[in-house]
């Protein structure tokens, strides 16, 4: 313990602690706790417990799981998110060896770009790649007749916008690693008569691996919840985020919502808990 | 003569998809929103170039008093989140024992991958008229009729500090780790007193870690957009529902762009000022991997 207060103000200090714990878990609570309750709304008197809301399949209480528009939702953004996070997991382990182990002028300038996206607002991100793909389909149609569908609101814009700023998370989660790593071990392989891409393949690919699994899980994240950049690119393909706050904005809320929100909940801390995992050090032998 | 071969190709493949990546998602995007938006629709596929979208948004009050609330309420909640987040990364770095410290920092961390929508979701089912809250105090006879906890401008700067104090505590966290605990304790040996050495030695210590919370969090503010609409409700004018409104609802891409261009030039000079006033750089800040 660095310092040594008196008791009352470590004591205030706990609760205050206490309670700044209380404030994140409320709405946490309280959003999922009414998946549970047998009432056909999010609200109390609490009618007693039930699973309807997940396994139910007929109205007026129709389940997530028989929902077609919210597995819909759920089957796109599983597509999203897995093409995000294969994606910018490429491009970050390329930048990670760009940007630690290549000399090149203006290195400086360009590790700024890199970061650049992470300060710029989702919703700019989503409008501006928006108006160039709108511009280079319109342009494409008028001056070639070509229809350039992939370029007008959908699956792949949304990838693509996603991906312009989930690249440098996963950038900078990688380049933390490989600056850990010791160059002796691949100067050792060489020695011993190793080829590059051996080397690359059996010693710095598998030490680099937990920060690429670990990046690739925050990616799939990290997509999995985004809203703001997604709203302005979707097509017709709703990912769940933009299905549930259609239905949370058009029908008003419903306890099914509250289970989807319990569902990604335990799916997202679970894969966080993977991610935490794959990335501690295991012990040195 | 071969091994330099194989590095600049190596280079060359390496720099490829980090310039594809830039530019075509980044730098043109940009540049093209900017173009679009100096120019202005006059007919069907007819245009005139000039700052007439700017001006527009000069001359409409109703346009530069949304960016200016938008603004200084992202301020107030950046203060806030400091104020705030500041003593929970110091007792989890500095007072937790080693045990409760890595739980304690996982709890931050939870709600980080809980999206938006549901944590504000979470607050409407609390605080809303026929809420968690209100039915309490009414079960507990504390009020008599139920109380509409939405709606205003403190819940919805209450939301937004919940939603983004987490970005504050994790680069906070993290300074302060590696702060060594002996400069504390010089700085009491030396005879300073709590506050003293909070403000001289901690602080200074702590600051490219506040630079960057406090980068992030208004950044994640100013660009947000559910917890303003749905804490908020329709009327709770947030700059980034103008944009969404010129886009989506209007159909007015070009004001739209020159909407999203001064956001983007308002968060970037309140970033750049941030930076300056506290002698950092990006590099040494958001960057710090």
Same mark, same amino acid.
């Given at each position: 313990?660095?310092?040594?207060?008196?008791?009352?103000?470590?004591?205030?200090?706990?609760?205050?602690?206490?309670?700044?714990?209380?404030?994140?878990?409320?709405?946490?609570?309280?959003?999922?706790?009414?998946?549970?309750?047998?009432?056909?709304?999010?609200?109390?008197?609490?009618?007693?417990?039930?699973?309807?809301?997940?396994?139910?399949?007929?109205?007026?209480?129709?389940?997530?799981?028989?929902?077609?528009?919210?597995?819909?939702?759920?089957?796109?953004?599983?597509?999203?998110?897995?093409?995000?996070?294969?994606?910018?997991?490429?491009?970050?382990?390329c930048n990670a060896f760009l940007f630690v182990r290549c000399k090149f002028p203006a290195k400086d300038f360009f590790y700024i770009m890199m970061v650049l996206p992470l300060v710029i607002p989702g919703v700019i991100l989503g409008i501006s790649i928006l108006l160039l793909a709108s511009n280079i389909a319109n342009g494409a149609e008028e001056a070639l007749s070509l229809d350039l569908d992939f370029l007008r609101p959908g699956i792949v814009l949304v990838v693509l916008g996603q991906f312009s700023f989930i690249t440098t998370i996963t950038s900078l989660v990688i380049i933390a690693r490989l600056r850990k790593f010791d160059a002796s071990m691949e100067e050792a392989a060489y020695n011993l008569g190793a080829s590059r891409a051996r080397v690359l393949r059996t010693i710095t690919l598998p030490f680099l691996f937990p920060a690429m699994a670990a990046a690739g899980i925050v990616a799939f994240l990290v997509s999995f919840e985004n809203f703001n950049t997604t709203l302005f690119l979707v097509g017709s393909e709703a990912p769940l985020t933009i299905t549930m706050y259609d239905r949370m904005v058009k029908v008003g809320s419903t306890p099914v919502l509250?289970?989807?929100?319990?569902?990604?909940?335990?799916?997202?801390?679970?894969?966080?808990?993977?991610?935490?995992?794959?990335?501690?050090?295991?012990?040195?032998? | 003569?071969?091994?330099?071969?194989?590095?600049?190709?190596? &280079? *060359?493949?390496? @720099?490829?998809?980090?310039? !594809?990546?830039?530019?075509?998602? /980044? %730098?043109?995007?940009? +540049?093209?929103?900017?173009?679009?938006?100096?120019?202005?629709?006059?007919?069907?596929?007819?245009?005139?170039?000039?700052?007439?979208?700017?001006?527009?948004?000069?001359?409409?009050?109703?346009?530069?008093?949304?960016?200016?609330?938008?603004?200084?309420?992202?301020?107030?909640?950046?203060?806030?989140?400091?104020?705030?987040?500041?003593?929970?990364?110091?007792?989890?770095?500095?007072?937790?024992?080693?045990?409760?410290?890595?739980?304690?920092?996982?709890?931050?961390?939870?709600?980080?991958?809980?999206?938006? &929508? *549901?944590?504000? @979701?979470?607050?409407?089912? !609390?605080?809303?008229?026929?809420? /968690? %809250?209100?039915?309490? +105090?009414?079960?507990?006879?504390?009020?008599?009729?139920?109380?509409?906890?939405?709606?205003?401008?403190?819940?919805?700067?209450?939301?937004?500090?919940?939603?983004?104090?987490?970005?504050?505590?994790?680069?906070?966290?993290?300074?302060?780790?590696?702060?060594?605990?002996?400069?504390?304790?010089?700085?009491?040996?030396?005879?300073?007193?709590?506050?003293?050495?909070?403000?001289?030695?901690?602080?200074?210590?702590?600051?490219?870690?506040?630079?960057?919370?406090?980068?992030?969090?208004?950044?994640?503010?100013?660009?947000?957009?559910?917890?303003?609409?749905?804490?908020?409700?329709?009327?709770?004018?947030?700059?980034?529902?103008?944009?969404?409104?010129?886009?989506?609802?209007?159909?007015?891409?070009?004001?739209?762009?020159?909407?999203?261009?001064?956001?983007?030039?308002?968060?970037?000079?309140?970033?750049?000022?941030?930076?300056?006033?506290?002698?950092?750089?990006?590099?040494?800040?958001?960057?710090?991997?």
């Amino acid at each position: 313990m660095a310092i040594k207060p008196n008791t009352a103000f470590l004591a205030s200090y706990r609760i205050y602690v206490g309670l700044f714990f209380v404030f994140l878990a409320a709405p946490l609570v309280a959003a999922g706790v009414f998946a549970f309750n047998d009432s056909l709304f999010p609200s109390l008197p609490w009618q007693g417990f039930t699973l309807d809301w997940f396994f139910n399949d007929s109205e007026p209480k129709l389940g997530m799981f028989h929902d077609r528009r919210l597995l819909r939702g759920l089957y796109y953004s599983f597509v999203i998110a897995s093409f995000v996070s294969l994606l910018s997991v490429f491009v970050g382990t390329c930048n990670a060896f760009l940007f630690v182990r290549c000399k090149f002028p203006a290195k400086d300038f360009f590790y700024i770009m890199m970061v650049l996206p992470l300060v710029i607002p989702g919703v700019i991100l989503g409008i501006s790649i928006l108006l160039l793909a709108s511009n280079i389909a319109n342009g494409a149609e008028e001056a070639l007749s070509l229809d350039l569908d992939f370029l007008r609101p959908g699956i792949v814009l949304v990838v693509l916008g996603q991906f312009s700023f989930i690249t440098t998370i996963t950038s900078l989660v990688i380049i933390a690693r490989l600056r850990k790593f010791d160059a002796s071990m691949e100067e050792a392989a060489y020695n011993l008569g190793a080829s590059r891409a051996r080397v690359l393949r059996t010693i710095t690919l598998p030490f680099l691996f937990p920060a690429m699994a670990a990046a690739g899980i925050v990616a799939f994240l990290v997509s999995f919840e985004n809203f703001n950049t997604t709203l302005f690119l979707v097509g017709s393909e709703a990912p769940l985020t933009i299905t549930m706050y259609d239905r949370m904005v058009k029908v008003g809320s419903t306890p099914v919502l509250n289970a989807v929100s319990f569902f990604l909940m335990i799916g997202s801390a679970l894969l966080a808990l993977v991610s935490i995992l794959v990335q501690r050090d295991k012990p040195q032998t | 003569m071969m091994q330099r071969d194989i590095k600049r190709l190596s &280079l *060359i493949l390496l @720099f490829a998809p980090f310039a !594809l990546w830039i530019l075509l998602l /980044i %730098i043109l995007p940009h +540049l093209g929103m900017f173009y679009i938006s100096l120019r202005e629709k006059v007919g069907p596929r007819m245009y005139e170039f000039g700052l007439e979208n700017y001006i527009n948004f000069f001359t409409e009050p109703i346009y530069w008093n949304t960016l200016i609330r938008t603004g200084s309420m992202s301020l107030l909640v950046t203060v806030l989140a400091l104020l705030l987040g500041f003593p929970i990364a110091y007792y989890i770095a500095k007072i937790a024992g080693n045990r409760t410290r890595g739980a304690l920092f996982l709890m931050c961390l939870i709600p980080l991958w809980v999206s938006d &929508l *549901i944590r504000a @979701f979470g607050w409407i089912l !609390l605080l809303r008229e026929t809420g /968690i %809250i209100s039915s309490s +105090l009414q079960w507990a006879g504390l009020i008599n009729t139920p109380i509409e906890f939405l709606y205003n401008d403190a819940t919805v700067i209450m939301g937004l500090v919940y939603t983004v104090i987490l970005f504050m505590i994790v680069p906070l966290v993290s300074t302060l780790d590696g702060m060594d605990d002996a400069m504390i304790e010089a700085g009491y040996n030396l005879g300073g007193n709590g506050p003293t050495v909070l403000r001289r030695i901690i602080i200074p210590y702590a600051m490219p870690g506040i630079v960057s919370g406090c980068i992030v969090v208004f950044m994640l503010t100013a660009g947000s957009y559910l917890t303003p609409i749905l804490l908020g409700g329709k009327n709770s004018s947030w700059f980034t529902e103008q944009i969404y409104d010129q886009f989506i609802t209007r159909y007015n891409w070009e004001s739209g762009a020159a909407f999203g261009f001064l956001l983007l030039a308002f968060t970037s000079l309140v970033v750049w000022g941030g930076l300056k006033l506290s002698g950092q750089t990006l590099n040494s800040t958001v960057a710090r991997s």
